[in-house]
């Protein structure tokens, strides 16, 4: 079974903790021992897993993103969102967290964050919980 959790995005460039939302779909799900797998199925998000306690960390990602893959760089895409893409898949589209004693399994200061990439936008990242 998967769970969808919904994300409302307010700018073009964000990166939202979802931690909290994935932690309640494990404890939801039951399961103490397991994998909890991540995916974005968009083609201007992803997934990434940092620092979520200072939040200059997710500011100096998203810059440095910004400087890598400018706005407007001669590209072919003519939707106007070519960066958008190209950062979705240099940063990736799913992530995968072990689940021990009914918690995700994340370093002291980590954090799992939505990357948008194209916003403001509704978008969803879907959830998969598999036991032991
Ligand atoms: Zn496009």
Redo the contacts with the bound molecule.
């Keep these: 079974m998967i769970h969808y959790v919904n994300i409302r995005t307010g700018s073009r460039n964000e990166m939202v903790d979802i931690t909290e939302k994935i932690q309640a779909v494990v404890e939801n799900s039951g399961v103490k021992d397991g994998i909890c797998y991540l995916y974005v199925p968009h083609?201007?998000a992803a997934v990434t897993i940092n620092e979520g306690a200072d939040p200059s960390v997710k500011r100096d990602i998203l810059n440095t993103l910004q400087k890598l893959i400018p706005a407007d760089a001669g590209y072919a895409?003519m939707?106007?969102?070519?960066d958008?893409?190209v950062k979705s898949t240099t940063v990736g589209p799913s992530q995968i967290v072990f689940i021990e004693d009914g918690r995700l399994l994340l370093g002291t200061w980590q954090a799992i964050f939505f990357c948008e990439f194209?916003g403001p936008r509704h978008r969803r990242v879907a959830v998969k919980i598999v036991g032991q």
């Design positions: 083609t201007t895409h939707e106007g969102n070519a958008s893409h194209d």
